[in-house]
């Protein structure tokens, strides 16, 4: 699939599920670009029952990316384009792709967002400045330096943060927490022991428990938020 927007144009991976009619999800990567992990991910939630549909965030500076040995060279290579990404424009490309998604052919015209790392970030701004069904942000690193958009979060929100995560100290988790503490809309959930990129597959601090549980509480929510 291919989203086109001001400046260009963009791939997007897709996962159909067998039903004739599905909302789709828009599942934003980590910073190793569209790869195994991130695809896998949209498998699973086509084996489900969404449509899943991964838009390449870094095609301005790497298009394509796929990073799944993740070793030193690529970690090396995933935090440069990390360092140099435009969060703004990346939004404006999530939510492209949210219209994108809106139309697509099997759709029902329901849209939910899930992001990991960068994609957590991701979901949780696209959430707060565009329309979106539902929202479901992963361990999103960076997210208590937005928390003053909080106040535009109208759509049903979940964030998932990792206790021990070592990209969102514990005084980042508490401000999100304040910060969203008493909107009817939101849940967070703590995972105690864990630490980032826990529900990554085959990754390095994976949690099969914690994972579970998470993408339990995430599939019954997208059902709910959905109408699913």
């Keep these: 699939?291919?989203?086109?927007?001001?400046?260009?144009?963009?791939d997007a991976y897709v996962a159909l599920p067998e039903a004739k009619s599905a909302p789709a999800i828009v599942v934003i990567q980590e910073i190793f670009g569209v790869n195994a992990d991130l695809r896998a991910t949209?498998?699973?939630?086509?084996s489900r029952g969404f449509i899943a549909i991964s838009p390449d965030l870094f095609w301005r500076d790497a298009p394509g990316l796929q990073l799944n040995k993740l070793d030193e060279a690529e970690w090396a290579q995933a935090f440069a384009l990390y360092q140099a990404f435009d969060f703004d424009r990346g939004v404006q490309d999530v939510l492209?792709?949210?219209?994108?998604?809106?139309?697509?052919?099997?759709?029902?015209?329901k849209v939910a967002v899930i992001g990991f790392c960068l994609g957590g970030l991701m979901t949780y701004l696209a959430?707060?400045?565009?329309?979106?069904?539902?929202?479901?942000?992963?361990?999103?690193?960076g997210t208590d330096q937005h928390l003053g958009e909080a106040g535009t979060l109208t759509a049903p929100l979940m964030v998932h943060l990792a206790e021990e995560d070592e990209y969102i100290p514990a005084d980042a988790q508490a401000k999100i927490k304040e910060a969203l503490?008493?909107?009817?809309?939101?849940?967070?959930?703590?995972?105690?022991?864990c630490n980032h990129a826990f529900a990554r597959h085959g990754g390095v601090h994976y949690d099969a428990s914690a994972a579970t549980l998470a993408n339990q509480r995430t599939e019954a929510f997208l059902r709910q938020s959905l109408g699913s």
């Design 127 to 141: 959430a707060a400045r565009g329309d979106v069904d539902a929202a479901v942000a992963y361990y999103g690193g």
């Design 42 to 46: 949209c498998d699973e939630l086509a």
């Design 96 to 109: 492209a792709t949210i219209e994108a998604a809106r139309s697509i052919e099997g759709g029902n015209g």
């Design 1 to 10: 699939m291919k989203i086109t927007v001001s400046d260009g144009s963009f």
């Design 181 to 193: 503490a008493g909107k009817s809309n939101v849940e967070v959930h703590s995972y105690a022991g």
